[in-house]
Nanobody, 124 residues
């Protein structure tokens, strides 16, 4: 059974950093594209960053230069390093997976399997 488990969320001050982790099981992780998405209250879920099975990455304009996505296939884990956090980064962060080689899309509808989410609050 495919499972994705996010961790690493929490409360951080503006300008601070957090590292989110997405641990996968029950599927061929290194054949999969993994995405990070977020949803703030009253807003639609949006793509933050995605990484293909080959390591190609996509970032939302709002996080370019601040967030870094990476994967460790030996640990079946994808990370999202978030630096210079802003209050507008506050949201529930979800990871998602799709087993696919090749080019990816970083939109929610493209991914079929989701984790339960982890809350990130950026506030002083």
């Amino acid at each position: 059974q495919l499972q994705l488990v996010e961790s690493g969320g929490g409360l951080v001050q503006p300008g601070g950093s957090l590292r989110l982790s997405c641990a996968g099981s029950g599927f061929t992780f290194d054949y999969s594209a993994i995405g990070w998405f977020r949803q703030a209250p009253g807003k639609e879920r949006e793509g933050v960053s995605c990484i293909s099975n080959g390591g190609s990455t996509i970032y939302a304009d709002s996080v370019k230069g601040r967030f870094t996505i990476s994967r460790d296939n030996a640990k079946n884990t994808v990370y999202l390093q978030m630096n210079s956090l802003k209050p507008e980064d506050t949201a529930v962060y979800y990871c998602a997976a799709r087993v696919l080689f090749g080019q990816i899309k970083c939109v929610p509808s493209w991914f079929g399997s989701w984790g339960q989410g982890t809350q990130v609050v950026v506030s002083s």
